[in-house]
């Protein structure tokens, strides 16, 4: 009798401890390609005991928030029946989404790491609003890796979509099924683990980047978080942070050329267009020998601004 019901508890969340186990093997093999890659930064920083562990502290929080809640529910919703059958399904479109997801993120970072020193952050987020930009960017400087990272999801996601039917669908079909009494603790206990789990700390704070550096390599702190954990604490703390416009307040645009103009330093006569009411032509300073040489340097200028580059898209912002 009490064997049969372990069955029936087991048979509730095996699918879901497997594709938990799945995610940190994922994870720390990500994290051990990424480590020799920087090899010798962290040896420099003897960060490889604290790389490894700190990392599995923050996979096992990331998978916890992925799986927490999935798991109370297996243990109080139905096997049988419509909703059952409807639970196993929809159990079963978040595993593989979940998963594919944190796959998709690790084979992105290597890209990203070679630009930035750093796991896909905020800048990940901002940057999916310029697709054409970006786009462009991968497949002229990572046309392989881009190749590779789709081949990839694509396979996993057949393949967790095949293996899953097995795994995840068929009801568990034991002769005695876990009743109330069974499933409603060890489902309190399942979510206060979870909960421990994701918060990963007993202080004042929860689970954040600077609980696990430990260097002042950025690089090599980057590297026990994993980069669904950084994406998705990135975007936390955009959907959260107040808008710069709140701070400065308003003021409208006639009062804000005058006092631009006011303040500048520069003469009436030395704004020239009406267009563009902030152009200014500014004499040269340098009263010596001509010069023939000229820097210019612009902070992220996006081709979109070359209008030179001869694309009827541009804005004629700059000329040759």
Request: glycine residues 8%; positive net charge; aromatic residues 8%.
């Amino acid at each position: 009798m009490l064997r049969a019901v372990w069955v029936s508890l087991y048979r509730r969340l095996s699918p879901i401890a497997a594709f938990f186990l799945f995610g940190l093997v994922v994870l720390s093999v990500s994290r051990l390609g990424l480590g020799l890659w920087h090899a010798s930064r962290v040896s420099a920083a003897d960060g490889w005991a604290t790389v490894f562990l700190q990392g599995i502290r923050v996979d096992v929080s990331t998978l916890c928030l992925l799986h927490g809640i999935p798991a109370v529910l297996a243990l109080l919703l139905p096997v049988d029946g419509r909703l059952g059958r409807a639970w196993r399904h929809l159990l079963r479109g978040w595993l593989i989404v979940a998963s594919v997801l944190l796959v998709f993120m690790e084979l992105a970072t290597p890209s990203f790491m070679a630009e930035y020193g750093l796991r896909p952050n905020r800048l990940f987020l901002e940057y999916l609003i310029y697709p054409e930009e970006v786009g462009m960017t991968l497949l002229r400087g990572h046309l392989l890796a881009v190749v590779i990272e789709v081949t990839a999801v694509i396979v996993l996601f057949w393949v967790l979509l095949r293996g899953s039917r097995r795994w995840v669908l068929p009801a568990p079909t034991v002769p005695v099924e876990a009743g109330w009494l069974w499933r409603l603790p060890l489902a309190l206990l399942v979510l206060l683990l979870a909960a421990m789990g994701v918060r990963s700390s007993l202080g004042h704070r929860p689970l954040n980047p600077a609980l696990v550096a430990f260097s002042t390599d950025p690089t090599v702190n980057a590297l026990p978080l994993n980069s669904l954990y950084t994406v998705g604490f990135a975007a936390r703390q955009l959907a959260t942070r107040s808008e710069t416009s709140r701070v400065y307040g308003d003021m409208p645009l006639a009062e804000v050329l005058s006092e631009l103009r006011a303040t500048s330093g520069l003469p009436a006569s030395a704004y020239v267009s009406d267009d563009l009411p902030s152009l200014a032509v500014r004499p040269p300073v340098h009263t010596g020998t001509p010069r023939n040489l000229v820097i210019v340097l612009e902070e992220s200028l996006g081709a979109q601004f070359i209008g030179s580059l001869g694309d009827g898209r541009c804005r004629p912002t700059t000329t040759a």
